[in-house]
């Protein structure tokens, strides 16, 4: 069975697919119906419930989109950035904006608290923004941020303490973070000059992928179940071409990804859901999809193409 497909765009709200990503339907009612949306989030164990981010704060949903409420929470005025669930305890829901800040719901989104981590407030021309929030999914106490352009904060006891780990980055221009099981653990960031690795969580690895990818200004990162790691990268923000770029030995080798070419602009995020198997997504930041239905081997683009894709989840069906 094909799986559902929520796609966030800027300025068209969110759209949404039931026949994975073969036809669509906007499904934004209850919100401006062309919102900016940044982050989707699926509830790890009910799929009709969702949480969108928007340029005006938390939307929630318990239809599967078909309808929305606004949460009121102290982000009601901020661009909502990233968010993510608790994996094993749903209620819990983590919120990043711009400006930088970090939030968490203990109760499903019904209320929200700002949570007490020192964050650079101005860096100039470019606002900060948290732009990725992952929670290890071996110990879920274990939170890492993300932030455009202040580097990596990461929590140990669910979000109470926060430190930073920056040392050796190639860039505190982070624009996505994934997390590879083993002993020791790697966390791996994609930056907008490189990728980089750490096992403690605060020294870095650079990997110099300029000698592997055509263009060294990478945005989203994915760990998948095959032990590959997953980079979109591309020409700038948002550029006008770009690649989608794997490695199974934490960047000692790199393979590209074939997508039929270069994509339209930078390729902007991969996403998958362990309760939809072998199914993955990559888009561009200039609305390109493309899909995968075993595991990255190999992948289609959707027909359908959108004007700026921010965000994109995929749900059972």
Known sequence: MRPTVYVGTIGQGIWRSDDGGDSWRRTSSGMFSESD???????????????????????????????????????????????????????????????????????GGDTWKQLSVELVEDCGAIIPRVTTLIIDPQDDQTVYAGIEIDGMRHSRDGGQTWTAGNEGLSSLDIHGLAIVPGNPKTLVAGTNNDVCLTTDMIHWTRLNVKEHFPWPYCRGVLYTSNGRVYVGAGNGPPGDEGGLFYTADLGRSWERADLGGNTNSTVWAIVHNPAVPNWMMAYSIAGQLFKSTDNGDSWTKLAREFGEVRAVAIAPR
Not at 79 to 107: E, M
């Open 37 to 107: 949306i940044r982050a989707i989030a699926v509830h790890p164990g009910d799929a009709s419930l969702l949480f969108a981010g928007t340029e005006t704060g938390v939307y929630r949903s318990q239809n599967r989109g078909d309808n929305w409420e606004k949460l009121d929470s102290p982000m009601n005025d901020l661009q909502i950035w990233s968010l993510a669930i608790h994996p094993n305890n749903p209620n819990a829901v983590y919120a990043g904006t711009c400006p930088s800040a970090l939030f968490r719901s203990d109760d």
